[in-house]
């Protein structure tokens, strides 16, 4: 069907907020990938989920951020108490299997934090 | 520490000429490298890559990865305005894609 979907499109937000962005993988899709793109930069890796479960966190920054996938299909990204630096673009991709499969990106949430 | 460098970082060039850009890697046990092409907000695929030597091709775009040396490289021949955008690298290492700053390109008419 349609492509990866990410909502809101823009998301601003005043230091201390907690937010949350959405992902909408491609259906059929059991991996799913949250970066965060920071001006001038490529995409960040922050977290690879296989199924419901977070295959590999590594990428996530600190304790604030987290994200879930409770049905092994749409995804959270959850950011608590945010900073000025947590403003970037955030990324979700999906692909078929993971792995060397390849990521199919969604047009991102971009993140103001004032 | 897995890395992936891209070179140049900004290309500017008129319609009609032929560009290569670069992609050189550092990662441990190394699975694919991707090529992507990113005009606004969200990357699109180009290439995927895993065995040396084999060029893959779609339309005026070609890429190959030397996996000897650790790199690669996307070849964009007769240009065209449409074609500017930030071309992204980024190598697979395992679940993790490490991508490159990549490469700002350009095309003036």
């Known amino acids: 069907g349609a492509g990866v979907s990410q909502t809101p499109s823009n998301k601003v937000t005043e230091k201390g907020k907690y937010v949350e962005l959405r992902c909408d993988p491609i259906s059929g899709h059991t991996a799913l990938y949250w970066y965060r793109q920071s001006l001038g930069q490529g995409p960040e890796f922050l977290i690879y989920?296989?199924?419901?479960?977070?295959?590999?966190d590594s990428g996530l920054p600190n304790d604030r951020f987290f994200a879930v996938r409770p049905e092994g299909s749409v995804s959270t990204l959850k950011i608590q108490r945010t900073e000025r630096g947590d403003s970037a673009v955030y990324l979700c991709a999906s692909s078929i299997g993971g792995g060397i499969d390849t990521q199919y990106f969604g047009p991102g949430t971009r993140l103001t934090v004032l | 520490e897995d890395k992936v460098v891209q070179s140049p970082l900004s290309l500017v060039v008129h319609e009609g000429d032929t560009v290569t850009l670069n992609c050189s890697y550092e990662?441990?046990?190394?699975?694919?490298l991707l090529w992507y092409k990113q005009e606004k907000k969200a990357p699109t695929f180009l290439f995927m890559l895993?065995?040396?030597?084999i060029e893959k091709k779609s339309g005026r775009l070609s890429s190959i990865l030397d996996k000897k040396e650790l790199f690669s490289i996307l070849n964009i021949t007769a240009t065209q305005t449409g074609d500017s955008a930030i071309y992204l690298c980024?190598?697979?290492?395992?679940?993790?894609?490490?991508f490159g700053t990549g490469t700002s390109l350009t095309v003036i008419p």
């Open positions: 989920f296989q199924g419901t479960g977070a295959a590999d």
């Open positions: 980024a190598v697979a290492p395992g679940n993790q894609f490490y």
């Open positions: 990662v441990t046990n190394f699975r694919s």
């Open positions: 895993t065995s040396s030597g």
